[in-house]
């Protein structure tokens, strides 16, 4: 039984490196493409 929380200590604390490590390496820069959007303006008169 001992074993099985070491294995679970183990994986939890290599997914929250993953996590990190991902977090600072992995590619996470917004792609921005330009949004041009008409305006009606004084539409109601």
Known sequence: ????FKALI???ILA???LVGFAYFGDMAPRRIPVSVP??????E
């Open 1 to 4: 039984m001992g074993r099985i």
């Open 10 to 12: 183990y994986l939890a």
């Open 16 to 18: 929250a490196l993953g």
């Open 39 to 44: 305006v009606m303006l004084n539409a109601g």
